[in-house]
């Protein structure tokens, strides 16, 4: 079993529509959790962390739930920009290594 | 300021053919990260430098080895390529090692091994 789990999709979904993904983790040490996202062809970069309390950015909301470790991340008002590949990424315990655990991606992709 | 820039982007290498992937960063950040992205498996990574100094394996080191050259400077060595390494490699950086640094990525190098 992966480490980090995440349904590759394609999600496709018209333009101003509202989309969730979930991503499992199965190490229950795990304290630290991001969002990366990742365009075609380009490198990673962080969409936001994740807290235990959820936190929002605009029109994305990121969510952590430990007793089913999973977190999700929420867009509403899906724009074409946004279409590109969501990482989920987790760090075992309080590590100083700044070790990253990728999951493999989530592919989105917005139509007008 | 670049960021972190990788060379080369592209490599075509031949079975049993050795190079040197480049990393720099200019952020003056402590920690650099070597990544390998294969379809189906997210990013793993294959080496990392702490700080200035120091290199530790990751979860899939077989067939590289690093160098630390300098606070800037990070570099992935394959002796003996392997179709097994085709790949997009990926250099990052962060500030710290720590669990709550950003880590900053470069463009990437698109290596195949025949």
């Known amino acids: 079993r992966k480490e980090v789990e995440q349904d590759p999709g394609p999600f496709n979904v018209p333009e101003g529509a509202t989309v969730a993904f979930n991503c499992t983790y199965s190490?229950?040490?795990?304290?630290?959790f991001f969002w990366y996202r990742q365009d075609c062809r380009k490198e990673p970069k962080l969409l936001m962390s994740?807290?235990?309390s959820g936190n929002e950015d605009g029109r994305f909301t990121a969510q952590l739930n430990r007793a089913s470790q999973y977190i999700s991340l929420l867009i509403r008002d899906s724009k074409l920009s946004d279409s590109a590949t969501y990482l989920c990424?987790?760090?075992?315990?309080?590590?100083?290594?700044?070790?990253?655990?990728f999951g493999q991606g989530t592919t989105l992709q917005v139509k007008p | 300021n670049a960021g972190v820039t990788q060379t080369p982007k592209f490599q075509v290498l031949k079975t049993g053919q050795s190079m040197t992937l480049q990393c720099a960063q200019d952020?003056?950040?402590?920690?650099m990260y070597w990544y390998r992205q294969d379809p189906g498996m997210g990013l793993r990574l294959i080496y990392y430098?702490?700080?200035?100094?120091?290199?530790d394996k990751g979860e899939v080191p077989n067939g590289y080895n690093v160098s630390r050259l300098n606070k800037r400077e990070f570099s992935l060595r394959l002796e003996s390529a392997a179709p097994s390494q085709t790949s997009v490699y990926f250099c990052?950086?962060?500030?710290?090692?720590?669990?709550?640094?950003?880590?900053?990525f470069g463009p990437g190098t698109r290596l195949l091994v025949l």
């Open positions: 990052a950086s962060s500030w710290e090692a720590g669990a709550q640094e950003t880590q900053y």
């Open positions: 190490n229950s040490a795990s304290q630290s």
């Open positions: 994740v807290y235990s």
């Open positions: 990424v987790v760090i075992h315990g309080s590590s100083n290594t700044g070790k990253l655990i």
């Open positions: 952020m003056n950040h402590n920690s």
């Open positions: 430098s702490a700080s200035e100094g120091t290199t």
